[in-house]
């Protein structure tokens, strides 16, 4: 009769095959289900690849995900995820130096959006899948897009954090603005053409008339055509009420999944004004030129 050490053994073995079984074939994705997994159990995924997708049909026990490698990154970076549908059964966590956990994605979320954490240099990157108890077995799927990217910034800003129906709407304070514009990902300065509301994903969608882009750290804006100006399409959330307005505003945010989400959009000459009176006082983080 086989002893406990070795039926630990076993299903050590058979739940490493079911994982292995799950990846795509160029290993940046993975699905699988709870059904062969072991009560209590954690299961170890490893992906290495910048972006990909999870499916965890049938949500039970718990997955440890690893991203970029085994080995912690030398470089701090930052991790985005999107639910792919409305995300039922588990909740995701963000594992952090010491065993804490930082909430990214919970029972309910909608497909829209994104929630991101930042990691530091040589912390290792992983996340933590929980499945959430219920009383059936009915049919539930944790499901979501990750993107992974170096990223040099002291720290990830708040507005960067939660992206979609559950940020936060607020002016930006100058001391915020001078900062945005040094770290953002896009920076554009130009005029609204319109916006467009999605109540399904809770999004609004900024049509711009581009100007001029000062600063994109992915393609996401291009100016051409006639008089130098181009179009771009920037989301911000729903509930923030953003509606069209005259004159040219300093458009800045974050690129996620290949889209451009909004994070400060204060007018020109607001944005002109808090930058010449920092710079004066030696207070600027950093050269912007506007002309």
Do not use: K, N
């Amino acid at each position: 009769m086989p002893t406990p050490a070795l039926l630990c053994a076993l299903c050590f073995c058979l739940l490493a095959a079911a994982a292995r079984a799950g990846y795509s074939e160029d290993r940046c994705s993975w699905r699988g289900s709870g059904l062969t997994q072991e009560p209590g159990s954690v299961g170890q995924l490893s992906l290495a690849c910048a972006e990909g997708e999870i499916e965890w049909l049938y949500p039970a026990g718990a997955l440890r995900l690893t991203l970029g490698g085994s080995e912690p990154g030398a470089q701090p970076g930052i991790v985005c995820l999107r639910p792919t549908r409305p995300f039922a059964g588990a909740q995701v966590f963000a594992e952090r130096a010491g065993g804490a956990l930082e909430l990214l994605l919970a029972e309910g979320q909608r497909p829209a959006g994104a929630r991101c954490a930042r990691w530091g240099p040589r912390e290792r990157r992983a996340l933590f899948l929980q499945a959430t108890p219920h009383p059936d077995l009915s049919r539930r799927v944790a499901s979501f897009r990750f993107e992974l990217r170096e990223d040099g910034r002291l720290e990830l800003p708040p507005q960067a954090r939660s992206l979609g129906a559950d940020a936060t709407c607020r002016p930006c304070s100058h001391a915020e603005l001078l900062l945005a514009v040094c770290t953002s990902d896009f920076v554009i300065y130009g005029s609204i053409l319109g916006v467009a509301h999605d109540a399904e994903l809770q999004e609004s969608v900024i049509t711009v008339a581009a100007a001029r882009v000062l600063r994109q750290t992915l393609p996401v804006f291009r100016v051409g055509g006639s008089g130098g100006q181009g179009q771009a399409s920037i989301r911000t959330p729903l509930h923030c009420g953003v509606h069209p307005g005259p004159g040219t505003f300093l458009f800045m945010g974050w690129s996620r999944f290949g889209e451009a989400w909004l994070g400060c959009a204060p007018r020109l000459q607001e944005f002109s004004r808090a930058y010449a009176a920092a710079h004066a006082d030696h207070l600027h983080p950093c050269e912007v030129v506007l002309d």
